[in-house]
């Protein structure tokens, strides 16, 4: 795979992963509830409507991504390419350990099994790329991760730019022009 670099930043802190989506009920002026009739089983019935959301720590964890990437981007427009990502969670070590089990992690001979999920963690940092590296995080062809203790958490971020042509081409003429791209910078 030919790639070039894009992006490496770095989010300080502990990893967060992406929190579930939440439902609540969806109320009126008045303080009513919105509702909907729906046929059932047991003939009409009047449901709550609901809307869904994103909890305030995921927004401020993505927020937190979206503005680092924004500075780091520079103001450059985001890749139409497909993009290879490599993600490092770095979780912190827990200050009640006694020191065999501290040295232990930090030598890589104790992994971080426990919370956040990696898969989360990914989830939130690719959500927070979208629109500003890349389009949409579906233009991700590549994905590594590794979750370690280290003394300093947060997340590495690295993205590079797949040199190739994404699949939504339209016509041949929009592939030519990916691939003359792809000569002159090769």
């Known amino acids: 795979m030919n790639k070039r670099p894009l992006v490496f930043f770095d989010v300080p802190g502990e990893p967060r992963g992406k929190g579930r989506h ?16 729906k046929k059932t089983k047991q003939g009409l019935r009047e449901f709550p409507v609901m809307t869904r959301y994103t909890d305030e720590k995921t927004r401020a964890y993505e927020g937190l991504v979206i ?34 089990k501290k040295e232990a992690a930090l030598n890589d001979l104790l ?44 997340v590495g971020v690295e993205v590079y730019e797949v040199l190739a042509v994404p699949c939504q081409v339209k016509t041949k003429a929009e592939l030519n022009k990916f691939l003359e791209f792809i000569r002159a910078i090769n």
């Not at 439902?23 to 509830?33: E, M």
């Not at 990437?69 to 350990?97: C, G, H, N, Q």
């Open 111 to 154: 992994m971080p099994t426990d919370k956040p999920d990696d898969d989360n963690v990914v989830k939130a940092i690719k959500d927070g790329l979208n629109e500003v590296v890349y389009h949409d995080d579906c233009q991700s062809v590549s994905l590594n991760v590794q979750k370690i203790f280290d003394v300093n958490p947060g």
């Open 22 to 37: 939440r439902d609540a009920p969806v109320w009126l002026k008045g303080g009513k509830l919105k509702t909907v009739w």
């Open 67 to 100: 503005k680092i990437a924004k500075l780091v981007m520079r103001a450059k427009e985001s890749t139409r390419f497909p993009v290879a990502v490599d993600i490092t969670i770095r979780v912190p070590i827990t200050p009640s350990w006694p020191q065999w």
